[in-house]
């Protein structure tokens, strides 16, 4: 929410609106709220019931698609996190950007629109350092941590956004089924970690070595 905020505030005539989009029970409606505060235009709240499993990200994705696509204002720029706090797959964007065939960056720390409104150039975090990467859009970008601090919101922004409009939906009115088709059979911790010892010569090493196995 608030790099796309951000974006606007740098290219005002090239951003015209912000859609914040939601899959959960109802309190994921004031998840919304809150981001209408940060300066999003309006939301979509995909309800699922209180009892009902949380989705998979490839029901994630598919519903992200269908409201894409039921856009008829269209869609150039999706901005999502990188992966979610419960389950931790960090699939979705990549799902949706297959089901759109749309090109994809994820892990972004830096997001610029280039001349021309065509492309974006994203700065990716990877295990050897920084990668710099164009992506014409429309595109998709998944965002990592260090991307940006969020603001807070102001009491004026927020009394404006108990106006704004937040349009609730259903899996089956966007045709989708948000039904997961994975199933979690077994979660076990691993073993307890076993504390180490000092020994005074290579030859006591090696024979702990030989006496565990590992020799």
Do not use: C
Not at 127 to 144: C, H, N, S, Y
Not at 153 to 174: T, Y
Request: charged share 30%; hydrophobic share 45%.
């Amino acid at each position: 929410v608030e790099e796309a905020v951000r974006l606007r505030e740098l290219h005002k005539a090239k951003i015209e609106n912000i859609k914040l989009v939601s899959i959960g029970p109802k309190a994921a409606s004031e998840v919304i709220r809150a981001g209408l505060a940060l300066g999003a235009d309006e939301g979509v709240h995909v309800e699922i019931g209180e009892e009902d499993p949380q989705a998979d990200p490839l029901g994630v994705a598919k519903a992200l698609a269908a409201i894409i696509k039921n856009d008829t204002a269209g869609v150039d720029l999706v901005i999502m996190g990188k992966q979610a706090i419960d389950g931790d797959n960090g699939m979705t964007g990549q799902m949706l950007a297959g089901l759109m065939g749309w090109g994809q960056a994820t892990f972004a720390s830096k997001v610029e629109i280039l001349e021309g409104d065509k492309e974006i150039k994203v700065t990716r975090e990877v295990d050897g350092g920084l990668e710099e990467m164009k992506v014409r859009l429309p595109a998709i970008i998944t965002t990592d941590l260090r991307l940006n601090e969020p603001r807070y919101a102001s009491l004026p922004n927020i009394m404006k956004a108990k106006k704004k409009k937040i349009e609730k939906v259903s899996a089956k009115d966007l045709g989708v089924d948000l039904i997961p088709k994975l199933e979690t059979i077994k979660v076990t911790e691993p073993p307890k970690r076993v504390g180490g010892a000092k020994v005074e010569t290579v030859d006591e090493l090696v024979a702990k070595m030989k006496a565990a196995g590992v020799a």
